[in-house]
Structure formats: structure tokens, C-alpha cells
């Protein structure tokens, strides 16, 4: 346990703030966006530099303190934050700076995906991130970055040029195909095993209006809906990207009131190709007869934000996933039996695609395995009542384990819960071993084990 003079050495050199249980903004400053996670760290200190970052990492590991980091907070198994150790939280390190002529932006490790897009979108460009503006950039890039420009761009991580690091020792490097190039493998869907990156450098693309929205059918179509959509999409231009979606209509705006509260099978859409060529794209879809088809022309970063209403931080929720490499008959059949059992309006289940710019990167290239899935599943239990946390936990993972024969044998580790090591393991597959000894290099005391852990050597 550490001194008080300890203490008191390391605080005065803080240029941010440090949040101990006896303070008035402690219960704040531990929430996270998963309001199922309630952790109580010994120390929270609020960032405000790498200097700061440099000296909580050197106390967490002189002192033999738990550390976890926190970026946006969004992990679904709430790894961001910890019991009885100290979080190194980077909300207060926001720095975005756009170069437009090089197209590339660096981004600070605190930032939610909204500021760059806020940021990029002036210049009409824009890097592949996820699908909640809320979401922090430094959990969703780590762990792969799978979002709404991901089969036209890639993931988040094939478009990451460098990262700044605080390694386990306390000393900061760079990390690029240039420079400390192993590091950088790791980084790119290794999560935040190897390090604390307080910043990120990422290349931009062209994309300022999208063509953009849901499509939603009724839940008793979902099988011939289903079995169109992993036809559509085998054969769908990388410009398009649509997520399957079940669900049930959120009641308000801008949904048509006579469907409120009804459970539907949809696909969100986002064409970000050229606008002219939107309306032969989205042919196909409106020959399928829906009850809705919302496509319209929007800034991208207004689809970005489109979910964030609906799921602001505070509501109970647990995950569930899986990577799929096709959707049988078989398990269409079991995503509707579950479909119908939804627990409550905010649950859901989702198929991301990972395939066009994404298969084009071969799966030893980076630590993120699985670039021949098309699918990274993911369902849902979501709900603002704590009462009904069992209810939602219970559906999301009997779903999952009813799907799990007919997956690819990982997960997205960007939906999972605290799983085990097994788990972990089968997310990786042949590139565990390579990120373990990366581990060894860069972490060999494993100080950064709060994330889905990968053992050094």
C-alpha cells in the first residue's frame, strides 16, 4: 500500500485532478457508459497531459496498484474502470488537429468519435469509426473499429498511420510501420495490452453527405428478409454498407407513430460512393416491399449521432458476440426464435459486416484475426431498469449460445464481457501467440491487464 508522502509527491506533480473515495465528485468520476458496472477505485486521476499519464503509469507500477484506463467508457464488460486500483482516465484529453492537405487527423486518446467527426466533416472528410458518437476512441480503434464505413474504407485500425504509447515503464514512443513496427501490429486489434496511447494519428477519405438510414420489414418476414441479405450483400458494391438489425421501433421521431413498439428484422444503410449511383443502389431494397424505407441524404456525422438518443449513457447493459463466416437456414431459424423474445425495447441484435475493404487485409497483417468473417455479430440485452438486468442478461447469452455452434469460434472483442482466457484466445487465433510476446516485450509484468487480457510469454 502506498504512503501518504507517496501519495502527495505523485499529486503534486499532477497537472490534472485526482478523484479519491472521500471526494464529492468520486461517484461521477467511477460511471461509466454501462450503468450494470459499479467499480470503486482507490485513485482516479484525470489527465491532463502525457506528463500526467507518464506519472500515474510509473505510480500504478511502483506501488503494485491495479490500473485500468479509460477512454470514452464505453466497454460493454465496463474495462475501464476497476475495484480498489487506480484508473487513468483521458476524458480531459480532447486534442483533435485535421490536416487537410496531407488528409490525415491526430486525435488525443480522450476523444469521442463526435468531436472528429465535428472535426474532419468541416473539411468534408472523414476515417472509419463506429456507429454511437459517444463512443471513445481509443476502446473501438484498439480493438479492430468496425462501424458504418467499414467495408468501403476498412476498420478503424487499417486506416491508423501512428499512435503515440506510454509503455509499462513509463517511457513514451511511437508506434508505425516506421517505428517500433511490432508494436504497432499489436495495437491494431490487440486492444490496451501493450500500453496507454494518448493519441492517435488516422488517414481520411472523402466522405461529407452519405445516403444514409434504416429500412425496417415485420418481424414475421425475418427469414426471407434474412435469406435476401446475406445474398444482397455478397454481391453489394463497397460503397454500401448495411447492418442487420432486430429490434423494436423506438417509440417517437422519426419513426411513424402506428409503429411504435413493434418488433421488426431492418437493415441501416449507408452509401458512401458517389450520390448519383445511391438510387440504383438501393433498387434492390425497395423491390423487397418494406414497411419503411428512411434512406435520405444526411452529413455523415448526422448518422453517426443517430443512435445516440437512443442509447444514452446510464442504461444496464450486457453483450454478447460471436464472427460469422455465413448465416445458415439453420441459425436464421434461431434468430428468429429469439427475435420474438426480445426482453425490452432497447435489446437488440446485430450483424456488422466486415468484408470488402476489410478482406482485402490479409488476417496476419494486423492482431485483429478475423478478416475472412462476414459478420460480427452481436446481441444485446439493454434496458434503463436495474430490475430487469437478470431478464436482459439471460436473453443476450442464451442467444449467443444458441448461435455459437453456427459461428467462426471468435468474438469482436469490442463486445465482449469478461469472458475468460479461453475466450480471449479463440478472438485471436494465430495471432495470440505473436501478441504474447509482443506482451513480453512491452508489458512483461502484465500492469496492463484490465482489457481482454493477453498473457505475456
Avoid at 74 to 92: E, K, P, Y
Avoid at 144 to 164: K, M, P, Q, V
Avoid at 165 to 187: I, K, P, Y
Avoid at 279 to 284: G, Y
Wanted: charged share 20%; net charge negative; proline share 6%.
Amino acid at each position: 500500500m502506498f504512503s501518504d508522502n507517496d501519495l502527495t509527491a505523485w499529486r503534486a506533480g499532477l497537472r490534472g485532478t485526482l478523484v479519491q473515495p472521500a471526494d464529492g465528485a468520486y461517484d461521477d468520476a467511477r460511471k461509466v457508459y454501462n450503468a450494470m458496472i459499479s467499480k470503486r477505485p482507490k485513485l482516479i486521476a484525470r489527465c491532463a497531459d502525457v506528463a500526467d499519464v507518464i506519472a500515474s503509469v510509473n505510480f500504478a507500477r511502483e506501488q503494485g496498484l491495479l490500473l485500468a484506463v479509460r477512454g470514452g467508457g464505453h466497454n460493454g464488460g465496463g474495462l475501464g474502470i476497476c475495484d480498489d486500483g487506480l484508473v487513468i482516465d483521458l476524458a480531459a484529453m480532447r486534442g483533435i488537429r485535421v490536416d487537410p492537405s496531407a488528409r490525415t487527423v491526430r486525435v488525443e486518446g480522450g476523444c469521442q468519435w463526435g468531436s472528429v467527426d465535428h472535426a474532419t466533416h468541416a473539411f468534408g472528410l472523414a476515417t472509419p469509426s463506429g456507429i454511437i458518437s459517444t463512443t471513445g476512441v481509443g476502446g473501438l480503434t484498439l480493438g479492430g473499429g468496425i462501424g458504418h464505413l467499414t467495408r468501403h474504407y476498412g476498420l478503424a485500425i487499417d486506416n491508423l498511420l501512428s499512435a503515440d504509447v506510454v509503455l509499462a515503464d513509463g517511457r513514451l514512443v511511437t508506434a508505425s510501420e516506421d517505428s517500433n513496427s511490432d508494436l504497432f501490429w499489436a495495437l491494431r486489434g490487440g486492444g490496451g495490452n501493450f500500453g496507454v496511447v494518448t493519441s492517435f494519428k488516422y488517414r481520411l477519405h472523402p466522405v461529407s453527405e452519405v445516403v444514409a438510414g434504416p429500412t425496417l420489414w415485420p418481424l414475421a418476414r425475418t427469414t426471407e428478409i434474412m435469406q435476401w441479405y446475406r445474398a444482397f450483400m455478397a454481391d453489394a458494391p463497397d460503397e454500401l454498407n448495411g447492418f442487420f438489425a432486430l429490434m423494436t421501433v423506438p417509440p417517437g421521431p422519426p419513426f411513424p407513430e402506428p409503429l411504435h413498439l413493434q418488433k421488426v428484422c431492418a437493415v441501416v444503410w449507408c452509401w458512401s460512393g458517389d450520390p448519383a449511383k445511391a438510387e440504383s443502389a438501393f433498387a434492390p431494397v425497395l423491390a423487397t416491399g418494406p414497411m419503411l424505407h428512411g434512406v435520405q441524404t444526411m452529413p455523415f456525422p448526422v448518422l453517426q449521432s443517430a443512435f445516440d438518443g437512443l442509447y444514452p449513457p446510464g442504461l444496464q447493459w450486457y453483450w454478447r458476440a460471436d464472427f460469422l463466416n455465413e448465416l445458415s437456414d439453420e441459425a436464421i431459424a434461431l434468430h428468429v426464435q429469439y427475435a420474438e423474445r426480445m426482453p425490452s425495447m432497447h435489446s437488440t441484435m446485430h450483424l456488422y459486416p466486415v468484408d470488402g475493404a476489410a478482406h482485402r487485409v490479409g488476417r496476419n497483417e494486423t492482431a485483429f484475426s478475423y478478416r475472412d468473417a462476414r459478420w460480427a455479430a452481436v446481441f444485446v440485452g439493454v434496458d434503463p431498469d436495474p430490475a430487469n438486468a437478470d431478464a436482459i442478461s439471460a436473453w443476450a447469452r442464451d442467444y449467443q449460445t444458441a448461435l455459437h455452434p453456427h459461428s467462426a469460434g471468435g468474438a469482436y472483442v469490442n463486445f465482449m464481457m469478461e469472458e475468460g482466457e479461453d475466450r480471449v484466445k479463440a478472438s485471436f487465433r494465430d495471432n495470440y501467440s505473436r501478441l504474447s510476446a509482443i506482451k513480453r516485450e512491452y508489458d512483461p509484468e502484465n500492469l496492463f491487464r484490465v482489457n481482454q487480457n493477453i498473457r505475456p510469454a
